[in-house]
Structure formats: structure tokens, C-alpha cells
């Protein structure tokens, strides 16, 4: 059941009572990253910040611009002031475009990319080096090394312009992602995850890599309670990206059944997560995603 | 277990298991509905695929539920029951005993027979109409409603709600059991039956009769006539016994007063016992006047129990009496036996006393015998004259004998007699119904009818006569007393004259120096005075006719019944004829008459016949001639179908358990 949305132009993506929220926000990564380029982010390197850190005797070789001179006149010994570096921070937001995504009410691949929007445009307007991407058919295209809240449009109109369809191929896309020359940082995987192929393999090759990894969960009501949103009981269900079909009468036991397959399912996913360092978290489609990114993903730790 | 409606149920089962089945084979066509993916739905449906328009049967419990649910449907539509029993073809007719015997109340449920016969016919009849579109047509019914007199509830027919209601409608009568009536009536509505005779003689009439009704005769069996009964060639009855055989009664067999000739304002009861038990029963006796209570026994009378057995059973009997009471006025003397039994009818009886009267009576003729005896009587004034003035005076107005309660005529030569009450001696009247013929002498006294009320407590073996006429009386006349050559004392009716003959004069005899002359003149007088009523009323039986005298002239005549309802009569040279009485109780006669007086006649009626008194149920039915199957009719069949639909029910809920617990895929 599809229930696509025209998205047309940012304020589709990104409404702009959102906005105000997001400028206040920045990303949180778990890791200690090293970027490419000195950022607004203050990392843990101690560096060329405009924070004092502290103080370590000079040794021969060290920038001398660095050399507290009111110490050495008191003293007569030569210290070097140390600063926290501040550097810009990788941000990956990688889409599963498969046409399983394109499900559900509210559709999936929608909020997908309102999320990814919301997250890249947090990471635009703190001055990281923001990439956008959809795996689809084992490949990952994106859009790259976006800096800045000017390039809030391109990332909209090139999110407006994917659509899902197909495999996702999420194993080759996740090696495609990772072997791209993206630096290091946070990459946030979202979508539904409901492979038959599987995700490890995929989940693994990125937090191999250093990033830090945030798998999102989507899944729409109906995928949580089948019978939601539905009269008819006796249906065909026909799976969007291989085509099998699946007759079925929906009563109470089967859907029963069905939850406590999907509980399974998820369950394993947060163990595999978990074992890979790999942060996750699952929603519902229908999920008032403002309050998401403004509440749920602080008290998460992915924004701050 | 016979099945009334079998081919309901085939050709349900033929249309529903078939259906079933297809059902089960074709594809469901399901709604389609797009999703992420089947990898959770995979292992679940599998089974479930169907590639074809018809798919294979799978056998899954829901789906034998189904069918087992189906076929417990059909043979429920196909009208099971349980007993050997089968539907009468043709025509049904019902006999519904309403006897005075039907109203005991030992049937189950403290219902009384007759409710019980009347339950088991629209059972029967229900049953026999049950079974639906299908059903074989069912028999015609007849209901005929039977005590001394049978009625017709309702012809032939087959309207269930009509025969209901015509069964329902059907009261209680205190009378006695007569079948032979009914049954003939149900011949007169049936296919001409023929006799064995002519049956023989001629086949097709032979072949009529087996279309002769079935007979259902619904009855305790205490039927009077049965020994009479003859049943005709193809004829059949069945009877279904409702009652208890070890029933047993105690009631009152005879109640009577009389106002005494020496004071008539005083007034003596009686009443006699009957205990049908084999066991004494003790039982409180009550009178009551008028309502009110005047005598009641100081402890229950102790009844004797019955004995001797079958057909040699003699009931206990009790004698009681009580002191007289003074009455002047009219009024209802009711005898009450307490408590009721299973038979309240007999448990009651009812003395209607007139007000007490003075007869008008007119001597004509000399009979200084006569006109001594008359005078005496306390309860009569008597106006003489001679027989020629007498003559001449009815030759002139033919009602003047009808202001006179009673004529007595002594050697008057009537060419004619007007309407009134005769007593008549000597020369016989030229009426054609005592054909005379001459003069007997030298009579003995052959026999004279002592149940008669003018020839009671009369002893006439003495009475010889030296002279009288001689006369041949139609055979409607009664014989009185007959004398060795021939009738003496007759009694009958001509036109509207009631005529007591004495075909002597007394003084031509040596009666007047005998007690029985006394007697009988003073009781016929009495007897004549008010047709038996001038005391006290004569208790009539239910069944019997009503008759009595009305004055010329009477207006707003009518009879109230003992239930209470008033029914208007037409008087016909001035008498009224009502009947039969159906029910026990006090019947009153009222008119106004033409000086605008208000006049009340009281006439109670008892049950006091022994055959209908004794309402043990018999325990079979003898009947001469004709075949009688003595069972019980089939009306206690047992309909299996509710068990049937019951059983479906249950297996719906397991299904429906079955369904939700395992799924539509188990």
C-alpha cells in the first residue's frame, strides 16, 4: 500500500517552524573523529581552537606562535599554550530507496527523507561536510561534501528527486558507501531493514570503516499491526520488491503470530547493532517526526 | 425414528454440501494489498497458495465442522421423532370428552382431564402439521366435543390455528358420557359407511369404506353407553386414557328438602354419602341457606368404604339428615362436602325451595271422599262446582281451568280438555290419546309404579275395583297403576292439558277406606300443582330438559344460568322448554307476569349419577363390535430436531473456537 506524498520544495522536507529548532542543534558523534578541514566543531584533538586547554613545556620543533610569553617572562621558562581544535565532522545520511520503503501511511520513504533532510540540514548549518545518499540496486548514489545552510537547497531538491524502487542491494550499497572517499564520521542509515539478504554484512562494512553508525529503524503502522487500516481480512499480500504473493485471512492468531515475528526480528537487530557498535533505534512512520528530532534524538545522543 | 419431512432434508443437503464444497475448492478471492516485504508472512501462508480457479480439497477440521454442522441442519429439516408413528392420510376425527367426569383434576400438572385431552390434541395435531414447505399434506381434522350431547367444534379442516381454536374453546359440561351420539354425527359427515352385509355385497361400497376417518377418542373411559356401541365395517377408534385409574370420589349421591305438610314453614333436609375408596373417608359436611351457613356436622362424617369388586362394587354409603329449619321464602339450600376432592363436582349440591304457595284448586262433580280429602290438605283452597255448571263454564271460556292450579274432575263427561292441570275420576275424556272403549269389572291390582311422586309411599296390592272404564292409552301416555284387565291410573299430556286419569270413581271402589287413596290424591294434587314444585323443587340431572309453566301473558321471560348468563325465552302456550342443562348449579326461571308482579322459579340440577360419580379412568375400553386400539395415540412422539439444532449450535462454537485459536489456515 503506497500513500506517496508529492514532495516538491524544501518547505516539503522541511517546514520551517522545524527550522528554528534545528539551528540550535548540532551532532553528537561517539567517536573521535579527525576531519578534513578545521570546522565548528570542537573536537577532543588539542589544536588550533579558540578554547584554552592547557599549558606543556616547549619542545624544540613547536610552533612558536604558540609560546606563552607572560609565562616565560615570569619564569624564564617556555611553555606553549594548547587549544581544543575545533574541525569539521563527516555526515553521512544514507536512504534505503528500495521499493520496500515505499509502503505504508504515512509512507516510509517520505518520513525517510524528511528525517534525512532534518539531520543534513543540522549538519549544514554547523558547518560539517554533509553527504546524502540512496542505496538502491547495490549502488549508493549521493550527494556530496555539502557545507553550508546555502546548500540546504540542493540537498532538497536532490531528495525530492529520488524515488524508491527496486532492491535496495543493501550489502553492495553499504561496501559502495564505504569505499566512496568520504572521510570519517557519522553515517545514519535509515530504513526499514526488513531484508532478505540480510543487514549485518552491510552494518558491518561501515562500522569497520570508523564511522560512527546510526541505524534507523522505519516501519509503518500497518507493518506493526497488519490489520490496522484494513476491512478486508481475507488478503493477498504481495511483497513490492520480489513480487511473491502471500494469501492469508487476517484473524486474530495469524496476526498475532506476525507481531511476535516481527518482535523477533527486531529484537535480532538490536543484538547485531549492538555487537557492531552500531547505535539503533526503530519508529513508526506515523511518528510526529518534529518531536522526534527536536526530543527523542537528543535524549539519543545523535544530536546535541 | 421416523422422519416426517425426509425429502426437506435431501434436497437441502443437496444444495447446502454440494455448495460446501465448491466453496472449499474455489480460489477465495482475496483483496490485494502491497508490502515491504513477505519475510515474516512467508512460513505462515504457505499452505495456503492456490494457483488455479479450483484448488485442491483440503480436509481441515473447520471444513468437516462445516459439513458434519450441515448435515445435522438437513436431518433436522427432515423432522425427526422418536417413536413408531406415522401420519394419518385422509381425515381425523377427534372425540373430546366433556363429561362431568373430564373436569378431575388428576391429569400432570394439576390440570384437569378434559385440559389434559384437549393439551394432547393440538399436540397431536401439531405434530401431524409440523414439518414445513415440504411436509406431507397433512390429515383433516374434526373435532367433535362429546357428553349426553355431541357437537360438531369444527368440521373437517386443516387450518392448524382454527382447529387450535376450536379444541381450546371447548368447556366442561356436568353430563353424563354418551358416545354413540358423536359418533354418529362423525358418520354423518363422513364417507357413507355400509353394513357388513352390504359390504359384502357390494366391493366398491366395501372400498368406501376404507376411507372411513381415523377415530380419536380422548376420553377416561367412563362412557356409559360403550356396551352399545357397535363400530361399522373399516372403522377404527383409538383411544388415549386421560386420568388415573386409582382415582377415587367421595361426593353426595341424593340431597333433598321438603317443607312438612303440618307446618310448611319448616323445612327438612337430607343428603346421602357415597365413598368410592376402598379405604373409609372422612369428610366435613356444610349446609348453607342462601349463603348462610345453618347446620354443619360436629366432626367430619366418617364414609364407609366401597366393596366388592369389578362389576359387584357396591360405593360406601351415609345417610344424614338434618333438623328442620324454618323457610318461608324461597331459597337455595346448598350441601357442601369439605374438602374437595379430585372431583369437586359431586362435592356440592344445591336445593332450590320455592316460597311457600297455596294451591288453587277447583273440585267439579260431587265426591264427599274427595271433597273431605281435598279440604283437608293444609297447603290447598278448593272452590266446587257441579259437573254440569262446570261444563258449561269451560264451553264459555276455555282458559278458566288455567287460573286454577289443578281441576279436579269426578264423573264429568269433557268432550275436550283446555289447557290446565286434570285430575280426573271416573268417566273418561274424549281424547283420543286414552281410546276408551267400554267398562271393566272386577279389577285387582296387577301393578303400580312406585318410583312415580304420586304413586310414592302408596300400597295398592288391597285396591279392588268394582267398576271402571275401559281404556287402551297411547303409548306416550304412562300406566300408573294397572289393574288386571287393564290401565287404572295413567298419566299423560294432551295438547296443552297435563292429565292424571283415575279410570274409577273412588266411592266404586274400596279405595277411600285405604291409606294410598290419601296419598296419592294429595301427591297428585302436589305433583299437578305446580308440575312438582309447589314444596320444593325437584332436582333435575345435567343433561335433562327444563320445563315449566309461565302465566299467560308473562313478560321478560328468561333463565339465568348457574354461570350467570341470562338467556331470554319465548314461552309457547304458557310453558318454556329449556335444555339440555349443561352444567350443575341453580337455574332460575324469571318473568314478570301480567299484573306486572315479579315471579322466580329455582330449579337446581345435581350430578348424582353413580357411572359418572365414579371417575377412577377405566382401564380398557370394551367395546362389542369393532375394532378398538386401546394405546396412546403417539402423541408422547419425541421431536428430535431441536436436539438436532442444538448439537449444530455446539459445533458452531467449536468451529468459531477452532477458527480464532488456529486460524483460517488450519
Not at chain 2, 22 to 44: A, F, G, P, Q, V
Not at chain 2, 207 to 225: R, V, Y
Amino acid at each position: 500500500m503506497s500513500s506517496h506524498t508529492k514532495l516538491t520544495k524544501l518547505e516539503d522536507l522541511l517546514q520551517p517552524s522545524l527550522v528554528a529548532a534545528l539551528d540550535r542543534l548540532d551532532l553528537m558523534s561517539q567517536k573521535m573523529l579527525q576531519g578534513r578541514m578545521q570546522g565548528e566543531r570542537r573536537s577532543r584533538r588539542r589544536g588550533q581552537g579558540m578554547d584554552f586547554a592547557d599549558f606543556r613545556p616547549y619542545a624544540a620543533g613547536d610552533d612558536l606562535r604558540f609560546v606563552d610569553w607572560n609565562i616565560y617572562g615570569r619564569l624564564d621558562r617556555l611553555f606553549l599554550k594548547m587549544f581544543l581544535e575545533e574541525e569539521d565532522l563527516g555526515l553521512v545520511v544514507a536512504i534505503d530507496a528500495s521499493a520496500s520503503m515505499d509502503t505504508g501511511d504515512p509512507n516510509k520513504f517520505d518520513v525517510a527523507r524528511r528525517i534525512a533532510m532534518a539531520l543534513g540540514y543540522v549538519g549544514l548549518v554547523n558547518q560539517h561536510r554533509v553527504t546524502l545518499a540512496v542505496l538502491q540496486e547495490g549502488r549508493a548514489d549521493r550527494l556530496s561534501s555539502l557545507r553550508g545552510r546555502r546548500r540546504a537547497a540542493d540537498a532538497a531538491s536532490w531528495l525530492i528527486s529520488q524515488k524508491a524502487f527496486g532492491t535496495s542491494g543493501f550489502d553492495s550499497a553499504c561496501r559502495a558507501l564505504a569505499s566512496a572517499r568520504l572521510g570519517r564520521g557519522m553515517v545514519i542509515v535509515i530504513g526499514d531493514y526488513l531484508l532478505r539478504e540480510g543487514y549485518e554484512s552491510g552494518l558491518r562494512c561501515l562500522a569497520s570503516r570508523g564511522w560512527d553508525v546510526f541505524a534507523l529503524q522505519i516501519l509503518s503502522p500497518e507493518e506493526m499491526d497488519p490489520r490496522k487500516n484494513n476491512q478486508n481480512l481475507d488478503v493477498r499480500l504481495v511483497d513490492l520488491e520480489n513480487k511473491s504473493e502471500v494469501e492469508i485471512t487476517l484473524n486474530s492468531t495469524v496476526v498475532r503470530e506476525h507481531q511476535r515475528r516481527l518482535e523477533t526480528f527486531n529484537t535480532t537487530l538490536r543484538e547485531t547493532c549492538l555487537r557492531l557498535g552500531v547505535r539503533q533505534m526503530t519508529i513508526d512512520s506515523a511518528v510526529d517526526y518534529q518531536k522526534f528530532l527536536v526530543e527523542t534524538l537528543r535524549k539519543q545522543g545523535l544530536l546535541k | 425414528m421416523t422422519l416426517l419431512t425426509p425429502f426437506f432434508g435431501v434436497i437441502t443437503a443437496l444444495i447446502v454440501v454440494p455448495l460446501l464444497l465448491l466453496l472449499y475448492m474455489l480460489k477465495l478471492r482475496r483483496e490485494r494489498r502491497d508490502i515491504s516485504s513477505t519475510l515474516l508472512w512467508i512460513s505462515r501462508t504457505q499452505d495456503l497458495r492456490a494457483n488455479s480457479l479450483l484448488q485442491r480439497l483440503r480436509l481441515s477440521p473447520l471444513f468437516l465442522l462445516q459439513f458434519l454442522l450441515l448435515l445435522m441442519l438437513a436431518a433436522a429439516l427432515m423432522g425427526p421423532i422418536l417413536k413408531e408413528w406415522s401420519r394419518p392420510s385422509g381425515r381425523v376425527v377427534f372425540f373430546i370428552d366433556q363429561s362431568a367426569s373430564m373436569q378431575t383434576r388428576d391429569a400432570p400438572d394439576a390440570r384437569t382431564r378434559l385440559e389434559e385431552a384437549k393439551r394432547l390434541a393440538i399436540a397431536q395435531v401439531e405434530l401431524w402439521q409440523g414439518g414445513g414447505l415440504f411436509a406431507a399434506s397433512p390429515p383433516e381434522v374434526m373435532v367433535i366435543a362429546f357428553a349426553q350431547e355431541p357437537s360438531v367444534r369444527i368440521p373437517y379442516s386443516t387450518n392448524l390455528a382454527r382447529i387450535r381454536e376450536a379444541i381450546n374453546a371447548i368447556e366442561a359440561t356436568d353430563q353424563l358420557t354418551l358416545l354413540a351420539p358423536a359418533m354418529s354425527l362423525a358418520r354423518a359427515f363422513s364417507v357413507a359407511q355400509s353394513s357388513p352385509q352390504e359390504a359384502e355385497a357390494s366391493p366398491q361400497m366395501n372400498q368406501a369404506n376404507n376411507f372411513a376417518p381415523t377415530m380419536q377418542l380422548l376420553s377416561d373411559g367412563n362412557i356409559s353407553d360403550i356396551a352399545e356401541l357397535v363400530l361399522r365395517n373399516g372403522e377404527v377408534i383409538s383411544w388415549t386414557r386421560c386420568g388415573d385409574p386409582n382415582t377415587s370420589n367421595q361426593g353426595i349421591s341424593a340431597a333433598g328438602a321438603e317443607r312438612r305438610n303440618d307446618d310448611p314453614s319448616l323445612v327438612g333436609a337430607f343428603m346421602t354419602l357415597r365413598n368410592d375408596a376402598q379405604t373409609a373417608a372422612k369428610r366435613e359436611v356444610q349446609v348453607r341457606n342462601n349463603g348462610t351457613l345453618i347446620a354443619s356436622a360436629s366432626e367430619p362424617i366418617t364414609i364407609p368404604p366401597a366393596t366388592g369388586k369389578g362389576d359387584t362394587r357396591v360405593s360406601g354409603a351415609q345417610k344424614l339428615s338434618f333438623a328442620p329449619f324454618t323457610l318461608v321464602n324461597s331459597g337455595v339450600l346448598s350441601m357442601n362436602l369439605l374438602p374437595e376432592d379430585a372431583f369437586a363436582t359431586d362435592d356440592h349440591a344445591v336445593i332450590a325451595i320455592q316460597e311457600q304457595q297455596t294451591l288453587r284448586i277447583l273440585l267439579a262433580g260431587n265426591d264427599p271422599a274427595l271433597e273431605s280429602l281435598l279440604n283437608s290438605l293444609s297447603f290447598a283452597t278448593v272452590q266446587q262446582i257441579s259437573s254440569n255448571d262446570f261444563i258449561k263454564r269451560i264451553s264459555s271460556d276455555a282458559t278458566w281451568t288455567e287460573s286454577f292450579d289443578v281441576v279436579v274432575c269426578v264423573d264429568c263427561e269433557l268432550q275436550s280438555l283446555t289447557a290446565g292441570r286434570w285430575l280426573i275420576f271416573g268417566k273418561p275424556p274424549a281424547i283420543s290419546n286414552l281410546n276408551a272403549y267400554g267398562q271393566q269389572t272386577r279389577q285387582a291390582i296387577r301393578a303400580w309404579k312406585s318410583d312415580h311422586k304420586t304413586m310414592a309411599q302408596s300400597q295398592f296390592s288391597d285396591l279392588v275395583v268394582d267398576r271402571s272404564a275401559a281404556i287402551a292409552p297411547t303409548s306416550d301416555w304412562l300406566a300408573l297403576l294397572e289393574g288386571s284387565k287393564g290401565p287404572l291410573i295413567v298419566s299423560g299430556r294432551d295438547n296443552n292439558a297435563t292429565v292424571i286419569y283415575v279410570a274409577f270413581l273412588p266411592l266404586d271402589s274400596n279405595w277411600p277406606f285405604q291409606r294410598s287413596f290419601v296419598n296419592f290424591t294429595a301427591q297428585a294434587v302436589e305433583f299437578l300443582g305446580a308440575l312438582g314444585s309447589a314444596v320444593t323443587s325437584e332436582s333435575l340431572e345435567p343433561g335433562a330438559m327444563l320445563r315449566t309453566r309461565i302465566a299467560r301473558g308473562s313478560s321478560n321471560v328468561s333463565i339465568q344460568t348457574p354461570s350467570g348468563d341470562r338467556i331470554a325465552q319465548t314461552p309457547t302456550d304458557g310453558e318454556i322448554v329449556f335444555g339440555p342443562m349443561r352444567n350443575v348449579g341453580v337455574y332460575k326461571v324469571e318473568s314478570v307476569d301480567p299484573l306486572g308482579k315479579k315471579k322466580t322459579r329455582m330449579v337446581a340440577v345435581n350430578l348424582t349419577n353413580l357411572a359418572e360419580c365414579n371417575v377412577a379412568a377405566a382401564n380398557q375400553l370394551n367395546i362389542p363390535a369393532g375394532d378398538l386400539q386401546s394405546t396412546v395415540i403417539g402423541l408422547t412422539a419425541l421431536s428430535i430436531w431441536p436436539l438436532l439444532v442444538s448439537a449444530a449450535l455446539c459445533l458452531l462454537i467449536v468451529e468459531w473456537f477452532l477458527y480464532h485459536r488456529y486460524g483460517g489456515s488450519s
